[in-house]
């Protein structure tokens, strides 16, 4: 057994110096160096309200397929369902919907969608010589992204886990596109040390992709957290949850991570977050409700994420477990 965890513990390791390595290899002028950039948009409300933080709370379900895929190997509910909505920055909305199934002594399995609209855009040309006026109006022309993936995860053991996600990713704009394959791979370990628990994630990785002759790189994100209760255990009916993660993302600089969440007499749940080194964005709240309907488990999660320049926006998750 101590030669178990030894080995779960030296893979976490070589994984997580593995990820660093690859990400500061590449590191130069960091901003607008990457594409797919709403592949770094916060899927669910959960998520979003705790800062985008909870990549180490096993509770996550099918939240985890966006957040770190090992947890979706530690859901008590053989089924799990979410959906979210949310109007985004500038008139673009963002919508995901995602699912995992157990499956008896094999693991766990799960899909996932994500669909960014950027709506209409006027198309404009600069007029010639011989054309009167500042610009010529050619209409409209329409963008948007989407992603498709497939995940895997299992528990190794009671305190260990792992799942990788791999993702189609497709961006058009009018005539033009790109798309790609890229992965996620994470790990999340149960300490036993009360309930201090570990997590690593990398998060969209993948080789280069060009749109019509300009190359660009993955929006990948390395993260490294932790979780614990400061009051109760994740199971109880109430109890307060703190988190805090570390963020190297390969086209900004690290940032850290903080979230809450508080839990009362297991339906009524208040979160809070705030992502220090992000010049835009910031402070986080937002707040859920869980009830059983029909035998079902259902919850409904609002989250409130403060912007410093353009609009603030509210994202909505609908999630099912049975």
């Not at 996550?60 to 369902?81: E, H, Q, W, Y």
């Not at 995901?96 to 899909?111: E, R, V, W």
């Not at 993948?206 to 255990?233: D, N, V």
């Not at 979160?271 to 964005?281: H, L, Q, T, V």
Request: net charge negative.
């Amino acid at each position: 057994m101590k030669k178990k965890f030894n080995y779960i513990f030296q893979s976490i390791f070589v994984f997580s110096m593995l990820c660093q390595t690859i990400l500061l290899a590449s590191e130069f002028q960091k901003t607008g160096t990457t594409g797919f950039v709403f592949l770094e948009i916060p899927v669910t409300a959960r998520y979003m309200a705790m800062g985008e933080t909870g990549m180490t709370l096993t509770d996550m379900k099918s939240d985890g397929l966006f957040i770190n895929p090992a947890l979706i190997a530690l859901s008590d509910k053989k089924v799990s369902f979410n959906a979210s909505h949310a109007n985004w920055y500038v008139e673009t909305t963002h919508q995901a919907l995602g699912m995992t199934y157990q499956i008896p002594l094999f693991g766990t399995i799960g899909i996932q969608a994500v669909y960014f609209n950027f709506g209409e855009i006027e198309k404009t040309i600069n007029p010639t010589s011989e054309q009167t006026g500042s610009y010529i109006d050619l209409g409209t022309y329409t963008a948007g992204a989407y992603a498709l993936g497939v995940s895997y995860a299992r528990a190794l053991t009671d305190k260990f886990a792992f799942g990788a996600t791999f993702k189609y990713v497709r961006e058009t704009i009018d005539a033009y596109h790109a798309d790609n394959i890229i992965a996620d791979i994470g790990f999340i370990y149960q300490t036993g040390f009360k309930s201090l628990r570990l997590g690593t994630f990398l998060q969209n990785f993948g080789l280069e992709s060009k749109y019509a002759t300009e190359k660009f790189k993955m929006p990948q994100h390395l993260r490294m957290g932790i979780s614990s209760e400061i009051y109760g255990s994740l199971n109880s009916p109430n109890h307060v949850t703190m988190i805090i993660e570390a963020v190297h993302p390969n086209d900004a600089n690290e940032r850290i991570h903080l979230g809450m969440e508080t839990v009362l007499i297991n339906s009524f749940i208040l979160r809070a977050g705030y992502k220090f080194g992000d010049e835009e964005e910031n402070l986080c709240v937002g707040g859920g409700l869980r009830f059983n309907f029909k035998g079902k488990s259902v919850g409904f999660d609002m989250a409130y994420l403060n912007h410093e320049t353009l609009d603030t926006t509210i994202r909505y998750t609908l999630a099912m477990e049975f």
